[in-house]
C-alpha cells in the first residue's frame, strides 16, 4: 500500500457509506500503484516461466483491500499509462469502476499463464481484512501485524513471490528490510517506498540510511533491481520507488522488461511536466 507521509489526512469518495470501510493514507491509482503494480505483473510472468506448473504462492503481509473505487482522476492517469501490461491487467476492473490492488493483479496474472493462484495475505484494519472472504483463491492469515507475517515467511514455503508494501518503509527500514532480503534468497520480494528523499534534510539522510541498509544485509545470492519515477509531473517533491530482490539469475531475467516499463512511465511523466501552454488549476 503506497502512500505520502502519515497524518489525520484520509482518502475519500463522495459516498460516505463507502468511505467507512477505506481509512486510506493515499489515492489509490497513484503512480506508486502503476509502477508497483507493472513490476508485479513482469515477476509473476519471469517466475511462471521458469518454473513447471502448478500453485503460484504469493504472500501480501499488508494486502490492504482487493478493490478500491475508481475516482476520475485515477481513471485518466489508467488511461493514458504507458505500462500496458497494467492498462490491460486494470480494464475488466475500471470498466466496473473499481482499481484493483497489486495482490489481485498477481492473481490475475497467474490465472492468465495457467497457474493456480494461491494469495496469502494480512492486513491490519479488520474491515479491509475481511474484504479478502470474497476471493476465492485468498487466504487469510492471522497474526498480530504485517511485520510478523513477514518474519514469519518461512512457514509460508514454498513461496514464489512476495509483496513488502506498509505506508511507511522509508521511515521504518530496519523492520522490514532484513527479513525481506532473507526471503529474496528463495523468491523475489518486491519493496514498495514512498521516496521523500527530494525535501533534503533528514529525508535525504534517512534514504542514504536505507540503501546502506539494503548494501550491508543484502545476501550474496540475491539481485537487486530498483525502479523510481516522480511522484508527481508539476512538483515531483518526492519519488515513488520500487526495489525487487530475488535470486539472481530470475532478477537478471526480468530486468530487460522491468527497464523498458520505468523508463516508459518516467518518460510519460516527465514529458507532462515540461511544457505548458497557458495555466490550468492541479
Not at 7 to 33: H, I, T
Not at 160 to 167: A, E, G, K, M, S
Request: with cysteine; net charge negative.
Amino acid at each position: 500500500m503506497s502512500g505520502p507521509d502519515r497524518g489525520s489526512w484520509r482518502w475519500k469518495v463522495q459516498d460516505p457509506g463507502v468511505n467507512s470501510g477505506l481509512g486510506l493514507l493515499y489515492e489509490p491509482g497513484n503512480w506508486g500503484d502503476v509502477l508497483k503494480g507493472a513490476w508485479a505483473i513482469v515477476t509473476v510472468a519471469t517466475v511462471i516461466s521458469n518454473r513447471e506448473s502448478g500453485v503460484f504462492r504469493y504472500l501480501d503481509p499488508f494486502a490492504g483491500r482487493p478493490t478500491y473505487p475508481l475516482v476520475d482522476a485515477a481513471r485518466e492517469r489508467i488511461a493514458a499509462v504507458p505500462a500496458l501490461e497494467f492498462k490491460v491487467a486494470q480494464q475488466p476492473y475500471t470498466t466496473e469502476g473499481r482499481i484493483a490492488s497489486t495482490a489481485l493483479l498477481v492473481r490475475d496474472a497467474a490465472i492468465a499463464l495457467g497457474v493456480d493462484p494461491l494469495l496469502r495475505v494480512f492486513d491490519l484494519d479488520p474491515a479491509r481484512a475481511a474484504a479478502w472472504s470474497e476471493i476465492r483463491e485468498a487466504q487469510r492469515l492471522d497474526s498480530p501485524s504485517g511485520e510478523d507475517v513477514l518474519g514469519l515467511w518461512r512457514d509460508c514455503r514454498p513461496i514464489d513471490f512476495i509483496l513488502v508494501d506498509p505506508y511507511d518503509l522509508f521511515d521504518r527500514p530496519g523492520l522490514l528490510v532484513p527479513g525481506g532480503l532473507e526471503a529474496a534468497v528463495e523468491a523475489p520480494v518486491l519493496f514498495y517506498l514512498f521516496n521523500r528523499a527530494p525535501r533534503g534534510g533528514g529525508h535525504e539522510r534517512a534514504y542514504r540510511s536505507l540503501r546502506r541498509l539494503l548494501g550491508e544485509s543484502l545476501p550474496r545470492e540475491v539481485e537487486l533491481l530498483t525502479g523510481r519515477i516522480p511522484a508527481d509531473a508539476l512538483l515531483p517533491r518526492a519519488y515513488h520507488e520500487v526495489i525487487l530482490a530475488g535470486p539472481r539469475d530470475l532478477v537478471r531475467e526480468a530486468r530487460p522488461r522491468l527497464e523498458v516499463v520505468t523508463q516508459a512511465l518516467a518518460r510519460h511523466l516527465g514529458e507532462q511536466g515540461a511544457f505548458e501552454a497557458g495555466l490550468t488549476a492541479r
